[in-house]
């Protein structure tokens, strides 16, 4: 392999590289370099193996068992009343596995850990259901019900490090043994009734409501109540609608509902965690050791006035049918406001504590949605054209944070973060950025390179602007073809693995290395008699070189921030059911052949092909594109037998 080797010396350090054909690093120190612009090589460890090394020699498992009962039990009181008990107990156990063998760069003596987690969930409902017909046009039914809900979790993890022997993962073989326990208990109980009348299936009206008491809540508020109410008019039972085959249903809805969450487990009482101290350069000091062990209050202060959330939602909507069900129409505009939400808010370190467990202000979410669905096609000798399509536009603000708080932590690290922004919205990224004027212009320095700001800040959205699908199905005599196409235009991502890429030189973005480019921005060259700064439009040319990328470049989180919007072809479905004339004399009495395929198609401008990845998973960590495991393309064919 040829190799090329350059030491570099500038400004208050010097950096060894080191590059193969295959571009994986080998080795580089911490050091830094200032210039004019106010950027600076920053620190990249040394831990980077060649992937199939990864492939062969390490691994993470999982091993489920899992089982699910359910059980409904009704008894007839009388012709009007029943009683009704439903228990349901979903338990599994997951017995995970972690695998560093000894050579790994980063952990060259290895590593390993497994992990069994048990959790049981066990729900219990009783309800007392009454239905009568007072009339042959007032219909009525109601229901009052308890409802019981426990959720066990318990996880315990041995961490064995230094192994003694390659490709022996047993922790036996480890010369450091470390044990871990985790354990949670949830309950709750719940009281609930309902009540709904319904005037010749033209009027509807619906009452709720529902009481919990959570265990997660301090006993002086662990009770929350929640109603709702909800309206439907069916117009096209009027007179005037009567045999209409332009408009033949026609129903118009209302409601007003609350719902309450309770809190995470464990935030009311201060908590410890296991010491494990370090300054920064030496390493940590592993608790227990030399037969003492250690634990320190958790960097999270618990609240003991906490309060259950309460979201509040009105919405205003129609459903319409036209020409015969040839046609369908469903809009929906909302607006829902989330109060008392449950976050980590910052406090002073003064405290002792870096966050405090809080109910921050209010949220709103203000939306539209609408649902198309029409037959284009429906001709006698069978073939059939159905179409759906759908359509949601939610715009997220957050109005007020707790008290002296303006902008709230979500997910991520020192630099780049997720937050909730009062004066950004919800789902802000925020990290370093390029400083602008106050007109919104990039301030060149004297070098032609942008300048970074000095401070963090928001670099972009994940929120899209909207959402949408099409579903089109065309059968005939037994065969069906189905295409469904996803789309989600605007919101932001940032791509973490572009900045890796771009650092070493694999990115496409720098294939444009030697060329010369001039940054479109301004320049400060003074102040004028007020004071004011005065600007040139900037014309100094920089070379794209490896000073550029790994300098510069890559120290800008903004310049990696890129958009999430795409359009896919979710799924393709082709089918074909054999006509029962066919099956008449065998043991089958349907029989469907078919071939799905998932994911065949995307278009998208993000520089890694599928934007839907996110380092943080489900939840409030959207945004952030890290070591994601890649979109995959399937095809599947089945056959389904009916007896």
Do not use: C
């Not at 159905?386 to 944070?401: F, G, H, I, P, R």
């Amino acid at each position: 392999v040829n190799t090329y080797n350059k030491k570099l010396t500038e400004g208050n350090g010097q950096r060894n590289f080191l590059f193969g054909l295959n571009f994986w690093p080998i080795s580089h120190d911490i050091t830094k370099y200032t210039t004019e612009s106010g950027q600076y090589y920053t620190y990249h460890p040394t831990a980077y193996n060649n992937p199939f090394w990864l492939a062969e020699n390490n691994g993470n498992y999982s091993h489920v068992n899992r089982f699910i009962i359910n059980q409904s039990f009704t008894y007839s009181l009388t012709s009007n009343l029943s009683i009704v008990e439903r228990l349901g107990i979903d338990t599994y156990t997951d017995m995970r596995e972690d695998q560093v063998n000894i050579g790994t760069r980063g952990t060259p003596k290895g590593r390993m850990y497994t992990s069994t987690i048990r959790n049981s969930q066990i729900n219990n409902d009783v309800m007392l259901m009454y239905n009568k017909d007072f009339s042959r046009d007032i219909s009525f039914n109601a229901l009052l019900g308890n409802n019981i809900n426990s959720r066990l979790t318990k996880q315990d993890l041995l961490v064995g490090t230094d192994l003694n022997i390659p490709d022996f993962f047993d922790i036996s073989n480890s010369s450091t043994v470390q044990g871990y326990e985790f354990d949670s208990q949830i309950r709750s109980y719940s009281v609930f009734a309902q009540a709904n009348v319904e005037y010749k299936g033209m009027l509807f009206l619906n009452l709720s409501g529902r009481n919990d008491w959570s265990s997660t809540l301090p006993k002086d508020n662990q009770s929350f109540f929640y109603p709702s109410v909800a309206a439907g008019f069916v117009f096209t039972e009027l007179p005037f609608f009567s045999g209409s085959k332009t408009l033949p249903y026609g129903k118009l809805r209302a409601s007003w509902a609350q719902a309450g969450n309770t809190a995470p487990a464990y935030n009311t009482q201060q908590t410890f965690t296991r010491s494990n101290p370090g300054d920064g350069t030496r390493g940590n000091i592993n608790v227990p050791t030399q037969g003492q062990n250690a634990f320190e209050l958790s960097n999270v202060q618990a609240n003991s006035t906490l309060r259950n959330e309460l979201i509040t939602e009105i919405e205003l909507g129609g459903d319409f049918r036209f020409f015969g069900d040839r046609l369908g129409l469903d809009v929906a505009v909302y607006n829902k406001v989330s109060n008392d939400q449950i976050l980590d808010a910052p406090v002073a370190p003064s405290t002792g504590f870096v966050t405090k467990v809080v109910n921050v202000g209010k949220v709103v979410n203000k939306g539209f949605e609408l649902s198309l669905t029409a037959t284009p096609i429906k001709a006698a000798n069978g073939l059939r054209w159905d179409m759906q399509l759908n359509y949601a536009k939610n715009k997220t603000t957050v109005e007020e944070l707790t008290p002296g708080v303006e902008s709230i932590f979500l997910y991520g690290f020192t630099s780049p973060q997720i937050r909730a922004d009062v004066a950004n919205g919800y789902g802000v990224i925020w990290g370093d950025r390029l400083q602008r004027t106050e007109d919104g212009r990039l301030l060149i320095g004297n070098d032609g390179l942008p300048i970074t700001a000095s401070d963090l800040g928001s670099i972009g959205n994940v929120q899209p602007n909207w959402t949408g699908g099409l579903r089109n199905t065309l059968s005939w005599k037994g065969i069906e073809v189905s295409a469904l196409f996803d789309v989600r235009m605007g919101g932001d991502i940032l791509n973490q693995d572009l900045y890796y890429s771009t650092f070493y030189g694999t990115a496409a973005v720098t294939g444009d290395r030697g060329e010369v480019t001039v940054w479109d921005g301004v320049r400060q060259t003074g102040v004028d008699g007020e004071n004011k700064p005065i600007y040139v439009k900037n014309d100094i040319p920089v070379i794209k070189d490896q000073t550029y990328y790994q300098n510069f470049y890559s120290s800008n989180t903004e310049l990696f921030v890129e958009d999430a919007s795409f359009v896919k072809l979710r799924e393709l479905r082709i089918s074909y059911t054999v006509p029962s004339t066919l099956l008449s004399k065998t043991p089958f009495t349907a029989i469907n052949v078919s071939a799905i395929g998932r994911n065949l198609y995307i278009n998208s401008n993000f520089s890694y092909w599928d934007p839907e990845g996110s380092l943080g998973g489900n939840g409030n960590g959207q945004g952030f594109y890290h070591g994601v495991t890649p979109g995959t393309r399937s095809i599947t064919f089945g056959v389904n037998f009916t007896f």
